[in-house]
């Protein structure tokens, strides 16, 4: 099993045992916060030190322990809005997760085509965390 995959496994258990005890933002943030915490280390080492796929797919297991736990808590916080409209919220959803994942992967593939490094993907992904950490950042603060 790769290390995502087994970062996922651990998040998703997490995610199971502690999100009603701290809430679903609270998991949520901590999610993006491990995502971020992996891809600037990531992004350090590859920038700094040496690009290899060890380090890459190493610290990659910091994104599928933090997707473990954003997934399961923003799926629940998408379902949970309004009990009459739980079919479309999740419908949309998911519908603005999958086209969010495709444009960013298509950016990606178009400046990744002619490099040999992985720091633009790593910077992609470390965007991606930072951008989702304030969006939901802004969501919990105005819901206070």
Do not use: H
Request: hydrophobic residues 45%.
């Amino acid at each position: 099993m790769g290390f995502p995959a087994a970062g996922y496994f651990i998040g998703n258990y997490l995610s199971g045992r502690y999100s009603k005890f701290y809430g679903i933002d609270y998991m949520a943030l901590r999610g993006i916060l491990l995502v971020i915490f992996g891809m600037f280390i990531c992004l350090v080492i590859t920038v700094f030190y040496r690009d290899t796929p060890y380090f890459f797919f190493g610290l990659c297991s910091f994104v599928g322990l933090g997707n473990g736990l954003i997934i399961p808590n923003a799926s629940v916080g998408i379902l949970s809005v309004n009990e009459n409209l739980s079919g479309t919220a999740g419908g949309i959803g998911n519908a603005i997760m999958i086209g969010t994942g495709a444009i960013l992967a298509s950016l990606t593939s178009y400046y990744l085509e002619n490099q040999s490094s992985s720091s633009y993907l790593v910077f992609i992904m470390l965007l991606s965390g930072a951008l989702s950490y304030t969006s939901l950042y802004i969501f919990v603060l105005r819901n206070k």
